[in-house]
């Protein structure tokens, strides 16, 4: 029987990040690790367990592929970190090896669960899972835009001076270079962004332009002076974690797979998606500008002319 437990492969920052905040926020009562680095996968356990008298009741342990067979969700953050000045694109060709021998020893464990990919680039292991698996695309998601938006609701927040959670605002595309903002739906407690300016004449077009830019480059702001990020996207994959396993029908700008939503198909890329049980159970199709839609389809176009030139 499956019992909200969770298989995490790879224990390195991002890894051991979201098994920290999972196990903070009571996400998951079983977590299973596996790592090349198992003395690091040994020491972690040790010191997670030393934490749960403070949080709450869950067996966390070494765990190897064979563990996968009956978890409702393999998290997977393995793979080679991007460098500083180097774009999550670039890591294509040397993660994909890695992909392929990972996805077919879960496979082969008999799992029948809920992919969460959060290795980069995103969108393009993603959908190497979704090849290696043959699993449905509703259950191969990847952690996509969702830490994107975070980021972008964290400075417009800081910018229009209201608690971050109070925005709603949107970064769709590839986790990467070419995501966009969808600033048509960019909203406060209900009032569109254009609206807020009118009373708010400091909020200029510069300002909000600015918000984004600092949205796009956090993860190489962040690089250049700590070396990785980690919070941030641990807290993110927790936060999908648990909305599949408690049902919770929550939307995230995960990267899901199109097949006609805005007019594109055969591609993974952070979109709209309502996150539960069955993993990915719909793609919502926000009403995007003409401008947007441009943006969209260019994103699209960049990831799919990696896809062609890499060894899928």
């Known amino acids: 029987m499956k019992d909200s437990k ?15 905040s999972s196990s903070l926020l009571g996400v998951g009562r079983e977590l299973g690790i596996i790592d090349i680095n198992e003395q690091r996968v040994e020491g972690d356990v040790l010191d997670l367990t030393d934490a749960l008298s403070f949080t709450y009741p869950k067996k966390v342990y070494k765990a190897d592929y064979s563990d996968c067979s009956d978890a409702e ?14 774009t999550r694109l670039q890591l294509v060709d040397k993660n994909l090896a890695i992909f392929k021998d990972m996805i077919g020893k879960v496979v082969d464990s008999g799992f029948d669960g809920i992919f969460l990919i959060a290795s980069n680039p995103v969108d393009i292991t993603t959908y ?15 952690s996509g835009t969702t830490l994107d938006t975070s980021r ?7 910018l229009l001076g209201v608690d971050y959670r109070s925005v709603n605002a949107y970064i769709m595309g590839e986790h990467g270079d070419t995501e966009f903002p969808v600033w048509s739906n960019a909203n406060v407690g209900g009032l569109n962004i254009e609206e807020w300016r009118k009373t708010h004449p400091e909020v200029t077009e510069e300002a909000l332009d600015k918000a984004f830019d600092q949205t796009v480059n956090a993860a190489y702001e962040i690089i250049d002076r700590k070396g990785a990020t980690f919070y941030g996207i641990g807290t993110a994959l927790t936060a999908i974690v648990r909305a599949i396993l408690n049902d919770e029908d929550a939307v995230f700008l995960t990267s899901s797979y199109l097949d006609g939503q805005f ?19 719909h793609i919502i199709e926000v009403p995007l500008s003409d401008e947007e839609k441009e943006k969209l389809d260019h994103s699209v176009k960049t990831l799919k002319e990696i896809i062609s030139n890499s060894q899928l």
Do not use: C, M, N, W
């Open 128 to 142: 190497a899972t979704l090849k290696f698996s043959g699993f449905p695309a509703h259950k191969v998601i990847g």
């Open 152 to 158: 972008f609701k964290k400075r417009l927040g800081e």
């Open 73 to 86: 969700v393999v998290v997977i953050t393995a793979g080679i970190p991007q460098k500083p000045g180097e």
């Open 6 to 20: 969770i298989i995490l492969i790879g224990d390195g920052a991002v890894g051991s990040s979201f098994a920290y």
């Open 263 to 281: 007019g594109q198909e055969d591609i993974y890329v952070g979109v709209p998606t309502v996150i539960g049980k069955t993993g990915a159970k």
